[in-house]
Each structure stands twice: as structure tokens, then as C-alpha cells.
């Protein structure tokens, strides 16, 4: 209302008045439907992102989405916290990697000193790589 008391302080004529009129509610809506579509695009990164933290497509989505929100800072720290937990996942499993290759070095170097029988090697083998 306050919109309209300044157009007629204005004097702009009817037309005038009905052209801006409808051109700051034509603004307003296209602003509201952006960012209502960055709401929706940034929830679905967020729950595939969640379903696998190690796709690094759904994490460059996700990063990209969290980008033009803007409610004070909230996706972003949560993309962050959730970054974190994909990097927490990715040293676990590169710890669990390295933890097997010591392992059959180990048996490898046992049983090239003939501690272990070939077939003591290929059964701690099998079951190292279960």
C-alpha cells in the first residue's frame, strides 16, 4: 500500500502507475519462483549427497546449489559439516587400505622366508581380502 501512496504522490497517471505496478509484482514473483527452484535443487543435492558421500558428482551439486542460498549461512555450514564426514569416510577407507597392503606384505614376507607353507599364505590370503 505504502507502493501505491507514493505513486500518487508522484502524480504519475493510471497507466503509468498500472505499468510499474505490474512490472514490481512481475519482479517480485520471478524473484520468489528463483528462489523457490534454488530451495528445491539444494534439497535434492543435499539427499543424494547424503545417500552417497563419496559420489563426487552429487558433492560438486551440492557445493554448487549451497552457493546462491542465502539464509544466514545455515546450508552452507551444513554442506561443510557434511564435507567433513565425506572426508572422515574417505581417510577410514584409505587407513583400511593401507592396513591390508601391511598386512599381505607381511604374509608375503613370511612366506618367502618359508615361516608360512604355500598354503597357509593363500588361506591368511583369502582371508585378509574377505
Same mark, same amino acid.
Given at each position: 500500500?505504502?507502493?501505491? /501512496?507514493?505513486?500518487?504522490?508522484?502524480? *504519475?497517471? $493510471?497507466?503509468?502507475?498500472?505499468?510499474?505496478?505490474? *512490472?514490481?509484482?512481475?519482479?517480485?514473483? /520471478?524473484?520468489?519462483?528463483?528462489?523457490?527452484?534454488?530451495?528445491? !535443487?539444494?534439497?535434492?543435492?543435499?539427499? !543424494?549427497?547424503?545417500?552417497?558421500?563419496?559420489?563426487?558428482?552429487?558433492?560438486?551439486?551440492?557445493?554448487? /546449489?549451497?552457493?546462491?542460498?542465502?539464509?544466514?549461512?545455515?546450508?552452507?555450514? !551444513?554442506?561443510?559439516? #557434511?564435507?567433513?564426514?565425506?572426508?572422515?569416510?574417505?581417510?577410514?577407507? *584409505? $587407513?583400511?587400505?593401507? !592396513? #591390508?597392503?601391511?598386512?599381505?606384505?607381511? *604374509?608375503?614376507?613370511?612366506?618367502?622366508?618359508?615361516?608360512?607353507?604355500?598354503?597357509?599364505?593363500?588361506?591368511?590370503?583369502?582371508?585378509? #581380502?574377505?
Amino acid at each position: 500500500m505504502e507502493f501505491l /501512496a507514493q505513486v500518487e504522490r508522484a502524480g *504519475l497517471s $493510471n497507466e503509468m502507475a498500472g505499468l510499474f505496478i505490474f *512490472l514490481f509484482v512481475s519482479v517480485a514473483g /520471478a524473484i520468489a519462483w528463483w528462489q523457490f527452484n534454488l530451495k528445491i !535443487e539444494f534439497d535434492e543435492a543435499m539427499k !543424494e549427497f547424503k545417500r552417497d558421500p563419496t559420489n563426487q558428482v552429487a558433492r560438486q551439486r551440492l557445493i554448487d /546449489a549451497s552457493k546462491y542460498r542465502s539464509d544466514d549461512g545455515k546450508s552452507s555450514r !551444513e554442506v561443510i559439516a #557434511l564435507l567433513e564426514v565425506q572426508l572422515d569416510c574417505e581417510q577410514q577407507v *584409505l $587407513n583400511q587400505k593401507s !592396513e #591390508l597392503v601391511q598386512e599381505l606384505k607381511s *604374509l608375503s614376507h613370511l612366506h618367502a622366508n618359508g615361516d608360512l607353507t604355500d598354503a597357509e599364505f593363500e588361506q591368511a590370503k583369502a582371508k585378509l #581380502l574377505k
